[in-house]
């Protein structure tokens, strides 16, 4: 994007300095019709309208290069929202196997616990007869 936005100036600034060159033309033409010095408008008017035509190109550049930064922008954020899900399906298998773990552990220790717990009870209970 830094690219475009570098031709966009380049062109504006192209654009701009081609202006002053025309209106600085039509000045002295003004200038020599003042004074009576017959002026080559023909060779003047070809180069004005080089000129008018590539700034009119220039401003369909610009339009364009604003247009394709939009895009680009849209791909950016949508590449984004892409790797995030891909992230959160990547992550999923893991996450089912931390959990399949967590709850194999738990039965383990719940039914070594239990037992531990019966064999007190029962041990009391002989102690007791």
């Given at each position: 994007m830094d690219e475009n936005e570098r031709l966009l100036i380049e062109?504006?600034?192209?654009?701009?300095?081609?202006?002053?060159?025309?209106?600085?033309?039509?000045k002295r033409v003004e200038e020599h019709h003042a004074?009576?010095?017959?002026?080559?408008?023909?060779g003047l008017e070809e180069?004005?309208?080089k000129v008018e035509r590539m700034v009119?190109?220039?401003?369909?550049l610009s339009r364009s290069v604003d247009?394709?930064?939009?895009?680009v922008q849209d791909?950016?954020?949508e590449q984004q929202s892409q790797n995030k899900e891909i992230d959160a399906l990547k992550s999923e298998p893991g996450e089912r196997w931390k959990s399949v773990k967590r709850?194999?552990?738990?039965?383990?220790?719940?039914?070594?616990?239990?037992?531990l717990a019966v064999g007190l009870v029962l041990l009391v209970a002989n102690f007791i007869k």
């Open positions: 062109a504006s600034q192209r654009a701009k300095s081609n202006q002053r060159r025309v209106e600085e033309l039509e004074l009576g010095i017959p002026v080559k408008v023909t180069r004005v309208g009119n190109d220039i401003h369909a247009s394709l930064a939009r895009s791909m950016q954020k709850t194999a552990l738990t039965a383990m220790v719940s039914t070594v616990a239990g037992a």
